[in-house]
């Protein structure tokens, strides 16, 4: 493919699902190919070039788990030492959790961490801090027994690197990545003397409208990460290409670890499996996805051929403008289509609804499930979420958002030994059902 025909398909997109601007890049055959078109901010005109900052969101992750990774490199860390041997701060924490949590729990969101938690501080960057905050948490599952996504585990993380380096960790991955690898970014939660972020933008039918683009400052090493589509690119070719791009920086072994399917990592409705930093898809690809107040953003790595795509967008349609770009691209001689899961286009409405109403709590967040007219079920949250749950059998749903374009995803009920629905797992993250009697 050529620079003018990836152009065309991204302007094309972004032109049905109202996207202000966008960047993708596609790595194949040892040549970068290069698209960006639109505005950083729909109010100002400020076009969009190679170079504009897009909120990676969680696509921050890989690089937090990356340099765990060079850690374990240089004999600083090993995977599965516990976590209470590297932050003093959680030894006087209650959860009998904490004594066997581990780093790859961390990394491959099978600690059992509640998904969000905030210590309610906006000026406060100290993660030390935040995770002394976290000592008396309640765990969602036993570590290393189910997976429940968690911006908690990889805040965590982020302090054990600060642990061991001494450098926060912005500054370790300013020093051991960014810079090395020559990448442009920069930290969503200090803005820094050159040019900021897009904007991000809110879509829905004809309407575009701004959104701020905000970041809890400890959440960092979790969501902080600014950057380029460009810039992923270079970081995921350090992974699936170690030898050729940025040698010395990271191990063959090292990277494996990233993408060595971790037990128990059941990600589903967001990959096939998970590792240790990467989201393991179908046919051999890696990658990672995240969204950030109205921006989103997407990576796919094939290490069989050291091929890598990555895209940014700044709007909430951004989602279903990259499903139709993974074909169109796909059609340009990269499948990247082979990732990607799909879901059935054949509802199977749920019957005897009861059983699933109740509220599921995760932390902070209570989501309230109920019955619909046609087998379907309604969940909210006290943040104004709100979708229909459409039945697709074996206890599995669609997700479809009520007041947004995103594109639907798949969740699903877990039940215990007894048959009884004890919980549920949407966007990744395990939800437990407050009225069963839950035990794990």
């Known amino acids: 493919m050529n620079a003018d025909e990836l152009l065309a398909v991204l302007e094309a997109g972004m032109a049905a699902h109202r996207v202000p601007g966008a960047q993708l890049v596609v790595h194949q055959g040892g040549k970068t190919t290069e698209a960006f078109a639109g505005t950083a901010d729909a109010g100002t005109g400020e076009p969009v070039t190679s170079r504009t900052l897009f909120p990676f969101g969680s696509v921050t992750k890989p690089f937090t788990a990356t340099l765990i990774a060079q850690l374990v490199d240089e004999g600083d860390l090993d995977l599965d030492s516990k976590v209470?041997?590297?932050?003093?701060?959680?030894?006087?924490?209650?959860?009998?959790?904490?004594?066997?949590?581990?780093?790859?729990?961390?990394?491959?969101?099978?600690?059992?961490l509640v998904a969000d938690h905030d210590l309610g501080e906006r000026g406060s960057r100290s993660l030390r801090r935040f995770v002394a905050g976290c000592?008396?948490?309640?765990?969602?599952?036993?570590?290393?027994?189910?997976?429940?996504?968690?911006?908690?585990?990889?805040?965590?993380?982020?302090?054990?690197?600060?642990?061991?380096?001494?450098?926060?960790?912005?500054?370790?991955?300013?020093?051991?990545?960014a810079r090395p690898l020559g990448l442009g970014l920069a930290d969503l939660t200090t803005p820094g003397p050159g040019p900021?972020?897009?904007?991000?933008?809110?879509?829905?039918?004809?309407?575009?409208?701004?959104?701020?683009?905000?970041?809890?400052?400890?959440?960092?090493?979790?969501?902080?990460?600014?950057?380029?589509?460009?810039?992923?690119?270079?970081?995921?070719?350090?992974?699936?290409?170690?030898?050729?791009?940025?040698?010395?920086?990271?191990?063959?072994?090292?990277?494996h670890l990233l993408r060595e399917p971790v037990p128990a990592a059941e990600p589903f409705g967001l990959a096939d499996r998970w590792g240790s930093g990467w989201a393991i898809f179908r046919n051999g690809w890696i990658g990672h996805d995240g969204t950030l107040d109205g921006a989103?953003?997407?990576?796919?790595?094939?290490?069989?051929?050291?091929?890598?795509?990555?895209?940014?967008?700044?709007?909430?349609?951004?989602?279903?403008?990259?499903?139709?770009?993974?074909?169109?691209?796909?059609?340009?001689?990269?499948?990247?289509?082979?990732?990607?899961?799909?879901?059935?286009?054949?509802?199977?409405?749920f019957t005897d609804l009861e059983q699933y109403e109740d509220v599921y709590v995760n932390g902070r967040t209570r989501l309230t499930v109920q019955a619909a007219e046609g087998g379907r079920l309604r969940i909210a949250d006290a943040g104004g979420f709100k979708a229909t749950l459409i039945g697709c059998g074996s206890d599995?749903?669609?997700?479809?958002?009520?007041?947004?374009?995103?594109?639907?995803?798949?969740?699903?009920?877990?039940?215990?030994?007894?048959?009884?629905?004890?919980?549920?797992?949407?966007?990744?993250?395990?939800?437990?059902?407050?009225?069963a009697a839950c035990s794990f």
């Open 396 to 435: 599995q749903f669609a997700v479809r958002r009520v007041d947004s374009t995103e594109v639907p995803h798949l969740g699903r009920f877990l039940r215990d030994d007894a048959g009884r629905v004890t919980a549920l797992q949407l966007s990744g993250r395990l939800a437990l059902a407050r009225r």
């Open 296 to 349: 989103v953003c997407h990576v796919r790595a094939h290490p069989p051929t050291t091929s890598v795509i990555a895209y940014v967008a700044n709007a909430t349609s951004g989602d279903a403008l990259w499903t139709d770009l993974t074909v169109a691209v796909s059609a340009l001689g990269l499948d990247v289509a082979a990732a990607e899961m799909s879901i059935a286009n054949v509802e199977i409405p």
């Open 196 to 255: 900021g972020p897009v904007s991000g933008h809110g879509v829905s039918g004809e309407r575009v409208w701004p959104v701020p683009v905000e970041l809890p400052t400890t959440w960092a090493p979790a969501g902080g990460v600014l950057g380029s589509a460009a810039d992923l690119v270079a970081f995921a070719l350090l992974h699936v290409d170690p030898a050729t791009a940025g040698a010395g920086l990271l191990s063959p072994a090292a990277g």
């Open 135 to 177: 000592r008396d948490l309640e765990f969602v599952a036993e570590p290393g027994t189910r997976f429940s996504y968690s911006n908690t585990g990889y805040i965590l993380a982020g302090r054990c690197v600060e642990a061991v380096t001494g450098y926060p960790w912005w500054e370790a991955l300013d020093s051991f990545l």
């Open 84 to 112: 209470l041997e590297h932050l003093p701060e959680l030894r006087a924490a209650t959860a009998p959790q904490w004594r066997s949590l581990t780093l790859r729990h961390l990394l491959s969101h099978t600690g059992g």
